[in-house]
């Protein structure tokens, strides 16, 4: 790997996060945060804009960028976009270093899980900022800067491959700079689209933004302590859902759809089996919550809030109207399902992807009947195509690969964590080793997929900020390699990646 050219990209991409981090300072003005929260923003800013533009200047230019450093760019670029957007937190925050990382990692992997225990006491400024990270994130900054940099004379296929999730990289068009900006088109209209929507129900501005960001970006961070539940809306619930579904979809279909082919949605296999898992799971919690009596209400609103938690989960982002930590077994044990599944190739959300299962499911059909017809050749198809052999490796490394690093890290939670049981339960002070191992679990599966919430001690009225500072090192990692799909992140540590 040429060190060089890596440093170099990972500059101009600092850049970019810290013009972007700029944009909070007019908004802290507006706001009328404390002169010295929208001075810290501003500061705050000029530090990646100064280390960017001086490693841009310094470094030696080179635009013949191969597969490994595609790689290193991506992971360092993530990497440095944390570091650096956790600045605002220290001095206008006031959060230790490693909370800050923490906080603003979850937001640039869209993961939502979160430090803090008093969100609205926040400068207006540095909540717009946080939420700005899940945006920024959810298409990917990598993504974003691939519009820029083929102006700078960069190339960007070995990033955008490096970088996109899913088990396979549909392209858009043949250009990849074009199709960044078709994706970031899209993106831009869903957030208007939403914007307009959710003020329309009668949030502020600010807060419209603020949760649009998080939720086209499937990224989950509100400004609220209680999220969604604390604007009690029916409608702000309909809204959000439909455009964390939609930002769960393959970006590609919206595209389709944009061009008058809207029956594409549904003749696409893996959008039919995401819509399908949906409903499975709206209708079962429904029916579990309503036969449970945890409702005194209305079917339709028991049903609202069943719909609301299976498409967040599924969409992995973390939105919460209800705390699910209190609901059946049944319902709690579906909702970590969903967690692992996570949305569709192609789009925001994290999880494994929707594909990847159908994948994996399709691939134990072929072995099965294989037991009766040892010599056929029964090809995998998905969304009418065939799957060639080499993706079919990759996904089947891809899961193997990441139940190990789920084990293990669940496992090194609890080496760090040796007191949690003794924890007190928020909800009912269970002290027991269920209570332990459901939020061991649940902390690596909320962080490792980019879920936010977890169950028990991290669930959705609790956060992470109790954890040590080691635990919480290593859930950064975890949203890392969750965000850039595993293999993007381990490749890294082999050590003929960094051979020239």
Known sequence: MNIKIVARV???ILVVVGLTMLTAVPISWVMNDPVAATAGL???SLFPI??????????????????KEGFGIVTFSWLAAAVFGAIPFVWVGGLSPVNAVFETMSGFTTTGASILNDIEALPA??????SLTNWLGGMGIIVLSLAI?????????????????????????PRIASSAKILWSIYLAMTIVEIVLLKLGGLTLFDALCHTFATVATGGFSTRQASIKAFDSAYVDVVIMTFMFLAGCNFSLHLRALTGRTLEYWRYEEFRFYFLIVAFATVTIGCSLYLDGYYDRAPLDILRHAAFTAI???????????????WPLYCQALLVCLMFIGGCGGSTS?????????????????????????????????????????????????????????????????????GLGTLDHPADGIQNSRVAIETAMTSVIATLYNIGPGLAEVGPSSNFEWMAPQTKILLVVGMLIGRLEVYTVLVIFLPIFWRK
């Open 350 to 418: 994290g999880g494994m992807k929707v594909s990847r299962l159908m994948v994996l499911l399709k691939y134990s059909i072929v072995q099965i009947r294989r037991c009766f017809y040892p010599r056929s050749l029964l090809n995998i198809r998905l969304n009418g195509q065939k799957v060639d052999h080499d993706i079919l490796a990759k996904v089947l490394g891809f899961f193997f690969i990441n139940i190990n690093i789920f084990v293990l890290m669940t496992l090194l939670v609890c080496v760090m964590e040796p």
């Open 50 to 67: 100064a280390a960017g533009t001086a490693g841009w200047l310094l470094l030696p230019r080179d635009t013949n960028i191969h597969l």
């Open 125 to 130: 400024g540095l909540l717009y900022w946080r």
């Open 42 to 44: 501003l500061g705050s």
């Open 10 to 12: 990972v500059s101009a």
């Open 149 to 173: 940099l083929p102006i700078l004379g960069i190339g960007g296929m070995q990033l955008y491959k490096a970088e996109a999730p899913g088990p396979t990289t549909d392209q858009l068009t």
């Open 312 to 326: 967040s989960i599924i969409t992995t982002t973390g939105f919460c109207t209800e705390d699910f930590d209190n």
